[in-house]
């Protein structure tokens, strides 16, 4: 009996921290609440679904969210393995390098998003000013407005802000590995590239599903960086992902409701690839 009383602050934290708040947005996302319309909360069924399943950008914003998640986990995740891969090697100063490399993750994001602003600036930022400098081109160039270049350099921020976290804990995994494995794998004639694909890799496996779980939900429910940097745009709607523009249904549009339903669609996504992930991984493993 005192096990199940310890565990009641804690369920009790889950019930009113989460389970309550998930079940009131469920609850909203049936109704056609407006937050400029007082005697507006009436139950209107899957009407807030169907009406964003019918919109014009639904399968832009769905394709957008799929390519901002994968581009930006690969990116992450191969950045982190080669700086992992790299320190754990007895280089001169690594304790030193090992922590410069966690600098980015320390940084908020909202802070790291002005900043990088300003970096790709197309009146004053630096990346202009050197390009010019450099001759390589003759005009500045608006990055976070150009459809050619907004989704590189979106990826590119958004991979130098959190290849940190997958840096330590692929580090991390790569530091329990037998040492014995690779010098039997030396002696088979396993070097380099075999090496690495035949001992590294299996060996990290239960560190790369956890990775590549984690950073496809959180990078699906990211909304600073999108936000921060271009607001979705430009026009229209050209990098709007699903979790900002349920707030800025919700903020600017003032409709409670069907930002509700989008969420829900979005959680609902989620939890059915996290699903098919979990069995597949172990499918393949038995």
Same mark, same amino acid.
């Given at each position: ?161 959190? @290849?940190?976290?997958?840096? =330590? *804990?692929? /580090?991390?995994?790569?530091?329990? %590995?037998?040492?014995? #494995? $690779? ?74 409701? @069907?930002?509700?339903?989008? =969420? *829900?669609? /979005?959680?609902?996504?989620?939890? %059915?690839?996290?699903? #098919? $992930? ?9």
């Amino acid at each position: 009996m005192v096990g199940y009383a310890l565990l009641v602050p804690g369920i009790l934290a889950l019930l009113i921290l989460v389970a309550i708040p998930v079940a009131q947005g469920v609850a909203l996302s049936f109704t056609n609440r407006y937050l400029l319309e007082p005697n507006s909360g009436q139950f209107n069924g899957l009407d807030n679904y169907i009406q964003f399943i019918k919109h014009p950008l639904f399968l832009h914003y769905m394709k957008n969210t799929a390519f901002w998640v994968v581009g930006t986990m690969v990116g992450k995740i191969g950045i982190g393995m080669v700086l992992a891969l790299l320190l754990t090697k007895p280089v001169r100063f690594r304790g030193f390098y090992r922590a410069i490399a966690l600098v980015p993750w320390v940084m908020p994001m909202v802070a790291a998003g002005v900043v990088w602003r300003w970096i790709f600036d197309g009146g004053y930022g630096i990346v202009n000013y050197w390009l010019t400098q450099l001759h390589l081109t003759s005009q500045y160039v608006v990055f976070l407005a150009d459809k050619a270049w907004v989704w590189p350099c979106i990826f590119l921020i958004a991979w130098w802000k959190d @290849y940190p976290f997958c840096y =330590a *804990v692929l /580090l991390a995994g790569l530091q329990v %590995i037998p040492r014995e #494995l $690779y010098e039997a794998g030396t002696i088979d004639g396993a070097t380099g590239w075999k090496s690495f694909i035949n001992i590294t890799v299996p060996q990290l496996r239960p560190v790369l599903f956890v990775l590549v779980l984690l950073e496809t939900i959180w990078t699906a429910n990211d909304f600073t960086s999108i936000w921060i940097l271009t607001k979705g745009g430009p026009p229209p709607d050209f990098t709007m992902t699903l979790t900002p523009l349920v707030y800025m249904t919700y903020s600017q549009f003032d409709r409670t409701g @069907y930002a509700a339903s989008i =969420a *829900v669609m /979005l959680t609902v996504i989620m939890m %059915i690839f996290t699903t #098919l $992930y979990v069995r597949q991984v172990k499918s393949d493993i038995t």
